[in-house]
Nanobody, 122 residues
Framework: QVQVVESGGGLVQAGGSLRLSCAAS????????MGWFRRVPGKEREFVAA??????YYADSVKGRFTISRHNAKNTVYLQMDSLKPEDTAVYYC?????????????????WGQGTQVTVSS
């Protein structure tokens, strides 16, 4: 069982920045693919970004503004969010895929965190 815990959400003005962190348990963390998703009430979960050992992948809506990275020694993945817009407001979830597949489909991820709220005011 892999535990995933997000942190770093909050309230920020449009144009500002936030950094989300995601800590995952497990000795095989370096082999996991990690993804960030977000959900707005009434809508489906939306892919944001994903990372494997060597590759990153972004949704078009965040490309150039968000950066995903990982610190394997700390079993942690980060999502640096810059130039935030009100439409980025959502609950952000971190997920782990022990099979290491770089994927945008939520069903490819096995372990999920509880989410952290990000609110961007205009």
């Amino acid at each position: 069982q892999v535990q995933v815990v997000e942190s770093g959400g909050g309230l920020v003005q449009a144009g500002g920045s936030l950094r989300l962190s995601c800590a995952a348990s497990g000795r095989a963390f370096t082999t996991y693919a990690m993804g960030w998703f977000r959900r707005v009430p009434g809508k489906e979960r939306e892919f944001v970004a994903a990372i494997t050992w060597t590759t990153t992948y972004y949704a078009d809506s965040v490309k150039g503004r968000f950066t995903i990275s990982r610190h394997n020694a700390k079993n942690t993945v980060y999502l640096q969010m810059d130039s935030l817009k009100p439409e980025d407001t959502a609950v952000y979830y971190c997920a782990a895929d022990p099979d290491g597949r770089l994927a945008a489909n939520p069903s490819d991820y096995v372990y999920w965190g509880q989410g952290t709220q990000v609110t961007v005011s205009s």
